[in-house]
């Protein structure tokens, strides 16, 4: 069954999840308010390493601006894994979504 859900019209692959068992973020409360600026306009590693970035993240615990998980790097995640950081969110153009990493579900 696909539900739709507020942030994502219908047929975005996150309505494809089954909605209906919502997890919680155990993390979300902890983030810094305001957000963190983002440190880069771009994904650095895709930079250094002359990869191009598919999409961007940016990281809601220190600002750092990762690639997806669709880019040659999965920058993102990797800064995930290293710091231990939680939660991103989208750093696309008209994109407001947030996931936690962690709890594996959209804040």
């Given at each position: 069954?696909?539900?739709?859900?507020?942030?994502?019209?219908?047929?975005?692959?996150?309505?494809?999840?089954?909605?209906?068992?919502?997890?919680?973020?155990?993390h979300a409360e902890a983030l810094p308010h305001p957000?963190?600026?983002?440190?880069?306009?771009?994904?650095?590693?895709?930079?250094?390493?002359?990869?191009?970035?598919?999409?961007?993240?940016?990281?809601?615990?220190?600002?750092?601006?990762?690639?997806?998980?669709?880019?040659?790097?999965?920058?993102?995640?990797?800064?995930?894994?290293?710091?231990?950081?939680?939660?991103?969110?989208?750093?696309?153009?008209?994109?407001?979504?947030?996931?936690?990493?962690?709890?594996?579900v959209l804040v």
């Amino acid at each position: 069954m696909i539900l739709a859900h507020p942030r994502f019209p219908r047929g975005h692959p996150h309505t494809r999840r089954n909605l209906a068992i919502m997890k919680q973020c155990t993390h979300a409360e902890a983030l810094p308010h305001p957000e963190p600026d983002p440190r880069d306009a771009t994904c650095p590693e895709c930079l250094r390493d002359g990869t191009h970035p598919i999409q961007l993240r940016l990281c809601l615990t220190c600002g750092h601006v990762g690639c997806c998980d669709s880019s040659p790097g999965r920058h993102a995640t990797q800064h995930h894994e290293a710091s231990g950081h939680p939660v991103m969110r989208s750093f696309e153009p008209g994109e407001e979504w947030r996931w936690c990493f962690v709890d594996h579900v959209l804040v």
